[in-house]
């Protein structure tokens, strides 16, 4: 069903106009442990907060876990650049040349996009505090930039139990996590966004 799923999403959006302003950025969750970290680099068509794609990658445990992960899991791979270039490369055929595209200020983020879409504005918008409503994906002001973006990453954790914040529903494996992630998308785009015929 998820690979049926991720299959539908894409042809699903190839039929639709080609986006012109999009926003992406990157959701956290983990494997099995926090100290085995993932990314979900997540793309939305702004504004109608349509799933035009993402990719799941790994990546190396931050903080005060880096130290435990180290010692129980060696030298976890950061896998997040070849996940945008997954992404951003799926995403040519749906995303208009000069479309501008928003995300925070992640110093990775410009090349990639550079790389991928070179006739594109790519616009970095400070990152911002989350809120405690929207499993802190919501941002603590009144105008949120991103808010298509954010809306969606908040809707996400709510919706597939192994990424809400704190769970007894864990992801065991990242190829797992994308398959849910393709049903869930899918359904999202043509269910919840699309008007209902009558």
């Known amino acids: 069903m998820g690979l049926q799923a ?6 699903h959006n190839l039929k639709l106009p080609k986006a012109q302003f999009v926003q992406f950025d990157d959701l956290e969750t983990f494997e ?3 100290c085995k970290p993932l990314s979900v680099t997540l793309a939305v068509e702004g504004k109608s907060r349509r799933i035009l794609g993402f990719a799941v990658s790994k990546m190396p445990a931050k903080g005060h876990l880096v130290k435990k992960s180290l010692k129980l899991y060696g030298v976890r791979k950061d896998e997040r650049a070849k996940g945008r270039g ?3 490369c ?4 749906l ?3 000069n479309a501008i595209i928003q995300s925070d200020q992640n110093p990775h983020y410009p090349p990639d996009v550079k790389k991928y879409f070179p006739e594109a504005s790519h616009l970095t918008i400070k990152g911002r505090r989350g809120a405690i409503t929207g499993q802190g994906e919501l941002k603590k002001i009144e105008f949120d930039p991103l808010f298509s973006l954010n809306h969606t990453c908040a809707k996400l954790r709510s919706d597939v139990n192994r ?3 704190k769970t007894w529903c864990t992801t065991k494996l990242a190829s797992r996590l ?3 992630l393709g049903i869930t998308a899918l359904y999202h785009n043509q269910h919840l966004l699309m008007p209902k015929r009558v």
């Not at 991720?6 to 042809?11: E, I, P, S, V």
């Not at 799926?90 to 055929?93: A, F, H, P, R, V």
């Open 95 to 97: 995303v208009e040349k």
């Open 90 to 93: 799926s995403l040519q055929n």
């Open 163 to 165: 990424l809400i914040r």
């Open 32 to 34: 099995h442990s926090k």
């Open 178 to 180: 994308e398959l849910h």
């Open 6 to 11: 991720k299959a539908h999403l894409y042809l």
């Open 86 to 88: 997954r992404l951003f």
